[in-house]
Structures are given as C-alpha cells and as structure tokens.
C-alpha cells in the first residue's frame, strides 16, 4: 500500500509541472488561499517602509516612483521561492537550511531574522501609538503599550496563526482604502506620477534610497512565508492557485500602497512647497489640503500598517528563533508564543525608555537590515536550486536569472551601506 501511494505521488508530481492542480477551484476555495504573502507583506509595509516612502515623495517628488515597481519584481520573485520550498519541503525553512547547507547556517539564519524583528520592534511599537495619538489623541506611549497589550491578547489565541492572518489581510484592505482615499483627495500630478516609473537616481539620495530600496525588497520577510504555507498546511498541487490568489495580489498591494504614500507626500510638496519627513508634519500638512477627512483617512491606513506590521513581525521573530533553537516552530506553541512575547516586551520597553522613538532610528534600522538580507537571499536560492529539495519545483530559467539580479542588487545595497557608514 504504501509503495502504490507513493507511486501515485510521484504519477501525480509528473503529470502537474510546477503544481499545477488537475481540479477546478470554486471562488470561496480561491479566496482561501490568501494569507501568507499577505503575512509578509504586512510585516515588510510598516512604519519604516511608510516613512521611507514619505521622505522620498517630499524630498524628491514623485522620481523615487521606479523603485518601489523594481522592488516589488524582485520582491515577487524571493516570496515565490519561499513559497515553493514551503511547498515542496517537509520541514520548517531553517531546518532543511540545517538538513542541507548544515546545522551553523540554519542557526545563522533564525537569529539573524530574530535580530531584524527586534530593529523592526521598536518602530512597530512607536509607529502604532504614534497613529493612535494623531487619531484620538492623547499619550504616544500609553497608546504603544494599549498596542502591544492587543498584539499580546491576539497572540494568545488558541488557533494564532489563523486569527493573525484573517485579521492582518483585513488591515491590508483598510490601509489600501485610506491611502488610496488620501491619494485623491490630494490631487496629484498623475502625469507627473507616470514620468517617476522611468529610472534615474537623484544625487545626495544616500541612506534614504538604501532604506526605500531595503523596505519594498525585505528578502526576510519573504523568509517568513515558507513557514506561512507550512502553518496553512498548503500542498503543492496548489501551487498555480496560490501565486495567483496570493503571492501576486499580496506583492502587487503592498507596492501599491506604496507608490501611494510617494505620490500623496510628492502632491504635499507640489502644491504648498512644504518638505515632511514624519507623519504628525504629513497629516497635519494634509488637512488643509485635503481636509480633515483626508488626514483621518491617512492615519487610518497609518494605524492598519503600523499595527499590523507589529503583529507579524514579532510573530515572524519567535518563529524562527523557536526554529534555530530546535524547537517546534508553530506559532501555536507555548514556546514560539514566549519568544513573541518577548520581542513585544522588547519594542514597549525602549518605546518608554527613550519616551518615543525618533523617526531616524526607523530608517537606520530598517537600512541595516540590508546586512542581513544578502545572507537569506542565498540561503533560499541555493535551496530553491537544488532537485532533492525542491523537485519539479525547482527554478525555471526565469526564476534563477532574476533571483541572481536580486541577489546582485542587494549585495550591491549593502556595499554601499557598509561603505557609507564605515568607509
């Protein structure tokens, strides 16, 4: 018996390149599907990205627009090799790193992401109550802590993941709603707009680009999503349906929304000649622009991608610390739920400390992940390479040669971030 199923495994993996599902999907079957690039994206589009994004309109208009439509290419190219490994491999992403390029570099890699959600913790932290302040008023502190109370409750629900994903997709469609509200209602140039997709680098952009680039290309995040397909229990025949309902739509939303944040800074400087860097100066600016309706719908997308970005970011950091430890790296576990509550622990703690973070230890953190991002890259592309992992989900041509450029960009990226700050 087990020798005829195994045979029907292997008929079935022949007869379906690339995953591809001999059965036709209702609609609601379809709609299931989507969840873990959403995860990703929500972790990636936080408040580093939306402060990146604002600088970059108000500092040099809508010119900066062809990097968030580079990015999110190679971005779509990392999460859909995560997805595959997820889907081929039996195993947690660290532990088949473990199994085949050995046990220091699987280790490596689960601190090294565990190290990235801690830069990312504080920022979530800050940016949630930050948004919740412009909104409701009151303390940016208090409202951290509320924040990081409602993550905490969340996180201790018994089916985590499950709750996380429902909700985190839900908060993605209110921030593509606020800001895309917040975008017409600021009357951009969209001519302008279109002219900002063709390539060219404006001098003295330094660190701001590396961190525009670092946010919207977040090879960790795209780390994440094999174990999102592993917490979904999602099979490879599923492949095709899973790029199409979710890998493509939850990339394409987040370089979305933002070219949107770029466009809406850009028409501010446009039309009052006023440069923000933080978004208490955007909202504020926006107001007599667009009204009261077009800052309360800002802050809305503000608050759904700050809060968001925390849930999964200090899910994503337990995860895989749980993982490099050798422990079980469901989010459903009391021990992953531990290392959760610890890097929320960690992102209140300095957020009262230091009585709310400047706005420039987001972007200097979100740029040092750069460091990180060169050696997750190769991790999944070397895996992604190789048969005995992956089978016929194993790199088309297309695949390796863009996963290659991406590889050299961010190498390139890091050069420059490590020469910049050292050399």
């Known amino acids: 018996m087990n020798s005829h199923t195994k045979r029907d495994s292997e008929s079935l993996a022949s007869s379906t390149p690339l995953g591809r599902s001999r059965f036709s999907l209702s609609v609601p079957q379809m709609l299931a599907l989507m969840g873990p690039a959403f995860v990703a994206g929500a972790w990636r589009f936080g408040p580093g990205a939306l402060t990146s994004a604002v600088q970059a309109g108000s500092q040099y208009g809508y010119v900066l627009l062809w990097v968030i439509l580079v990015s999110a290419i190679l971005m779509f190219v990392f999460n859909d090799m995560a997805v595959r490994l997820g889907l081929a491999s039996g195993d947690s992403v660290v532990a088949v790193t473990k199994q085949k390029l050995g046990r220091p570099?699987?280790?490596?890699?689960?601190?090294g992401v565990f190290a990235i959600t801690l830069m990312f913790a504080v920022g979530n932290a800050v940016g949630s109550g930050l948004a919740l302040s412009l909104l409701l008023g009151g303390s940016v502190v208090g409202w951290t802590l509320a924040c990081t109370v409602a993550v905490g409750l969340l996180i201790a629900m018994r089916n985590t993941y499950k709750a996380m994903e429902r909700l985190l997709v839900a908060l993605i469609g209110l921030m593509s709603v606020g800001f895309l509200a917040s975008t017409i209602l600021s009357d951009p140039n969209w001519v302008a707009a279109a002219k900002g997709l063709i390539p060219q680098i404006p001098a003295e952009a330094g660190?701001?680009?590396?961190?525009?680039?670092?946010?919207n290309f977040s090879i960790n995040s795209a780390f994440y999503t094999g174990y999102a397909i592993h917490e979904?229990?999602?099979?490879?025949?599923?492949?095709?349906?899973?790029?199409?309902?979710?890998?493509?739509?939850?990339?394409?939303?987040?370089?979305?929304?933002?070219?949107?944040?770029?466009?809406?800074?850009?028409?501010?400087?446009?039309?009052?000649?006023?440069?923000?860097?933080?978004?208490?100066?955007?909202?504020?600016?926006?107001?007599?622009?667009?009204?009261?309706?077009?800052s309360i719908l800002f802050g809305l997308g503000f608050f759904a991608a700050a809060f968001s970005s925390m849930a999964a970011n200090a899910s994503a950091g337990g995860t895989l610390l749980a993982d490099a430890l050798g422990w079980d790296s469901s989010l459903s576990t009391w021990r992953v739920k531990f290392l959760v509550y610890g890097v929320l622990a960690w992102g209140a703690v300095v957020t009262v400390v230091s009585k709310g973070s400047p706005i420039e230890l987001i972007i200097v953190a979100q740029a040092l992940t750069v460091l990180v991002a060169p050696f997750l890259g190769i991790i999944l592309f070397l895996l992604t390479q190789r048969r005995d992992v992956m089978g016929d989900l194993k790199n088309g041509p297309w695949q390796t040669g863009f996963a290659i450029l991406g590889l050299i960009a961010i190498f390139a990226i890091s050069f420059r971030l490590v020469f910049r700050l050292f050399g």
């Open 105 to 111: 570099v699987g280790v490596m890699a689960g601190f």
């Open 207 to 215: 660190v701001l680009l590396i961190a525009l680039i670092g946010t």
């Open 232 to 294: 979904r229990q999602l099979k490879r025949e599923q492949y095709r349906a899973i790029t199409l309902m979710d890998t493509l739509p939850g990339n394409v939303a987040t370089a979305f929304m933002a070219m949107l944040i770029i466009i809406v800074a850009s028409a501010v400087l446009n039309s009052t000649g006023t440069v923000v860097t933080t978004f208490p100066q955007l909202a504020s600016v926006l107001e007599p622009l667009a009204g009261r309706l077009g």
